[in-house]
């Protein structure tokens, strides 16, 4: 069973930077893609970007777009989540998941495991 343990959120002001980790444990990491996703109250989860295997290939969502990058250390089983210029819509809980396979896209239903998740609050 795979598991999956973000941590790094917290309050930051508008325009400010903040970096969240996922670390995995229980499967062979670089046999899956990665994927982040996003909830704010009241709001469904949504996607915010996925790696492949390799870490060659990222895509993200238009609303984070120049703004966040994920990267991932097969060596440590850890996937990255930089956020910069963050907004106040970017309040939200982050999680991370994962699915086995080179790439995966922007579904929920992709992905097989997920994180607990992490609070990241950006104050105006």
């Known amino acids: 069973q795979v598991q999956l343990v973000e941590s790094g959120g917290g309050l930051v002001q508008a325009g400010g930077s903040l970096g969240l980790s996922c670390v995995a444990s229980?499967?062979?990491?670089?046999?899956?893609?990665l994927g982040w996703f996003r909830q704010a109250p009241g709001k469904d989860r949504e996607f915010v970007g996925a790696i492949s295997w390799n870490g060659r290939n990222s895509h993200y969502a238009d609303s984070v777009m120049g703004r966040f990058t994920i990267a991932r250390d097969n060596a440590k089983n850890t996937v990255y989540l930089q956020m910069n210029s963050l907004k106040p819509e970017d309040t939200a809980v982050y999680y991370c998941a994962a699915v086995r396979g080179y790439y995966s896209g922007s579904s929920r239903d992709e992905y097989d495991y997920w994180g607990q998740g992490t609070q990241v609050t950006v104050s105006s």
């Open positions: 229980g499967g062979t990491f670089v046999s899956f893609s």
